[in-house]
Structures are given as C-alpha cells and as structure tokens.
C-alpha cells in the first residue's frame, strides 16, 4: 500500500542549484563502520586544511548557501576535525556534522560547539554492524539513539537530527521511531528516513562513462537481496497507519520526473505526549522566503530555540490551514495555549532512481552538492567520479550498443 500524495497541493522547495540551503563537504574518506547502504568506499585518506579550504572555496563560489554538512566517511576520524567546523563558521555558514557518533565524546563536542558547531546529524540504523549492537532491532537502537540525544541535549545550543537508511525488512519499524521522535521532541530536532538503493544494478543495465562501456562491479555492493524501490509513498503510508493526519508539506522533485518525491518535508508541532497537528505549504513558504528576504539565504537549520516556540505560530493562522487546524484545537482545549510546543521536522529522502528507459532521476535542486575537481558534483555518486573519472550513462540491455559497435570495455580499479 502506497500513501496519496500530490505535489501540486505541496510546496516545493525553492532551492536550486546555484541557491541553496545546503552543501556537502566531505574532508575524509575514512570511515569506522561498514554499513550496508553506504554508497562510498572506505578508505583511510584525508583532505589537508588547504584541501577544505579550496572546497569551501568552490562553494563560495558557486552556491548561496545556510548550512555545510561536514560528511565523509566519518568527519570525526578526521584529525583536524574542530579546525574544519571553524572554518565553515568562520565564513558564516552553519557547520552541521554528519557522523555514526561513534568517536564522538562530550568533550570533543564541546570543543566543536567552541568552533561553532550549529549542530549534529547522526546516521544510526541496524544495518551498520556496530560492535555490541549486532543483530539488535531499530527500535533497540532507540537507546544509542537517546544516548546521543541526552549528549547534545547537555551541551546545549545545538541542533539534533537523525538519519536512518530504511530497507525492506526495517519498513515496518518507522511508525515506532517517528513515535520515539514525538517521546523526545524537545531534544530531537528532525527525523530523517532514506529509502534504500543500491549503487548499480548490471542486470537491468549496461554503464557508459563518456563512450566507454565500464565495468560497475566495483561500486556494487554485496547484493543485499532488498527491495530498491521503496519510495516517500511507502514510508508516508507506513506512517499513516497510526497517525492517519500525518501531513507532509513541502518537497523537492527529480530532474527527470517533476512529480517525483525525492524530499519530502513534514513539520509537526506538539508535545512529548501529543502531536497537535502539522504546519501547511504556506508556512514552510514564508519560512523560507522570509529567511532569504532577512538574511539572503533559503534557511537549511533552525536554531534550537526557534523549535520551541511552536505555540507563538499559532499567531499566524490566517496565513496557513494547517496552522488554522491546531487554533481550532487551542480554542476547543484551551490549556494548549499554556503550553510549550515544540516544531518537529520528518524528512524522507529518496536517492537516484534509473528509470526504465536509462534516465537518471535525480534531486532537482539537490542540497547534498559536493566538490570533484573544482566543480559542484552529486555527492551520491561521487564514487563514479572516483573509479571512472567523470558520472556515468545507464543505457537498458535491450536497448544497449550492438556488441560489434561496442568500444572495448574498460574496467577502471581504483587503487588506494
């Protein structure tokens, strides 16, 4: 069962590719766990200072952008990881750090908050293989989860997210985890679910960089046997089956197909025991075009205080039905008016997808740009860039290069 979605009663993201809110920096290919959707290799390889800064460069360069999501591999096996946050701040935009948590202690996180750190995204999901967490459930992983959380929470000022890559057989665990969210919606900023996808799939497809025919199986992972479709439909429609309000409001569609969800963007308002409803397209809309009217920038992070003053938006109800919908349920219940609200964000976020005739889709506007060569590059299949020097082409078998106009296949190993 797929959930209803229409874009057209959706907002759609403003972003673009030269004005965004987001860009990805990646200052080290060294990771400390092997997770089974991870779409980059893990190598023990740093960028130096001088590196970053040239990327940051590139950025400056060619993107409007809030916020730099400092990613990797792991960016805390990076030595230098505090310079690298003082960098990005000191050029005024918000350092979010994309890690597993692993390495991370509260005197480390101290010291980057020192540096500027506007906030955390931790990837946790039961497909990481963390030592002492084998075979345990997503929802067991709600206490690494909460560890993580309480240890933001106690350094205080920084923004909390988390990202879970959801498989085939962990589907059924999401309605559980956007209820832990609610259970800590004071100290859990956004939720983030990534349908999973595999980086290559050579029986439906022959691979071209440039006019050469490549050989994919280095990108290609153990095959899992997981389903590479699940899409937003799924996840929202999971999510319906306890909460039947849940109501997404803004998104960001695929360059090749415009009614695509590739993020799909729901903001809640509630407490730890109640969601009372969730903001429309016309408040994410002034949102973001009051942020760049104020500050030149489409917003990528609220500052933690901003989420806790879900209660003062009530004010704007002429402007929004979603807004409308909870002052009905103020005036019904008139507590509510005395109590701190808190905004909550779930995103879901739908990687490449190959469409049957060979075309990419991609995130139009995509947010997570890196750098390859000086210039903005997907970071999703910066692996491509890597082995083959350039992305590549997907071309279906039947409808691929007869074999004697092929070129000579190249097969392009990367070597550490």
């Known amino acids: 069962m797929t959930a209803a979605l229409d874009h057209r009663e959706l907002y759609r993201l403003p972003w673009n590719l030269s004005d965004n809110a987001i860009a990805w920096l990646e200052p080290t290919m060294k990771c400390n766990l092997a997770c089974e959707g991870c779409y980059r290799a893990n190598i023990n390889e740093h960028k130096s200072l001088e590196e970053i800064g040239k990327d940051l460069d590139v950025f400056e360069r060619y993107r409007k952008i809030d916020g730099i999501s400092i990613a990797g ?28 948590g692993l390495a991370l202690t509260e005197d480390l996180l101290r010291e980057m908050k020192r ?103 280095a990108l290609t992972y153990e095959d899992t046997g997981q389903r590479v479709d699940i899409s937003a439909h799924d996840v929202v429609a999971k999510i319906r089956e306890r909460w039947p309000d849940f109501a997404p409001a803004a998104y960001l569609n695929g360059t ?49 205080a901003m989420v806790r003053r879900g209660r003062s938006m009530l004010l704007l109800w002429p402007f929004d039905r979603g807004l409308r919908r909870m002052l009905w349920r103020a005036l019904r219940s008139p507590s509510l008016l005395f109590r701190r609200l808190y905004i909550q964000s779930i995103m879901v976020i739908t990687p490449v997808e190959v469409l049957d005739d060979g075309r990419q889709d991609m995130c139009d506007g995509c947010p997570d740009m890196t750098v390859w060569n000086g210039e903005l590059a997907w970071s999703c299949r910066l692996e491509e860039c890597i082995h083959y020097g350039q992305f590549m082409r997907t071309v279906p078998k039947e409808h691929a290069i007869p074999q004697h106009e092929q070129p000579d296949l190249v097969t392009l190993q990367h070597t550490e």
Request: charged share 25%; with cysteine; net charge positive.
């Open 256 to 304: 090749e197909r415009p009614d695509s969800f590739k993020w799909l963007l729901t903001v809640r308002v509630g407490t730890r025991k109640r969601i009372y409803g969730y903001l429309g397209h016309k408040m994410v809309e002034m949102a973001q075009v009051w942020n760049h009217l104020t500050t030149g920038r489409y917003m990528a992070y609220a500052p933690p």
């Open 73 to 100: 591999g792991d960016p805390l096996t990076h030595p230098q990881v505090v310079d690298i946050v003082r960098m990005v701040a000191d050029r005024g935009w918000k350092p979010i750090l994309n890690t597993n």
């Open 115 to 217: 540096a500027g750190l506007f906030g955390l995204t931790f990837h946790i999901d039961s497909k990481q293989h963390r030592p002492k967490w084998k075979n345990k459930t997503e929802q067991e992983h709600n206490a690494l989860r909460l560890h993580f959380a309480e240890m933001v929470a106690r350094v205080g000022g920084l923004t909390c997210s988390f990202n879970s890559t959801i498989y085939e057989d962990t589907l059924d665990s999401i309605p559980d985890l956007v209820a832990w969210a609610q259970e800590h919606i004071d100290i859990v900023h956004v939720m983030v679910f990534i349908c999973y996808r595999e980086p290559a799939d050579p029986k439906r497809f022959d691979y071209y960089a440039g006019a050469r025919k490549v050989d994919v199986s």
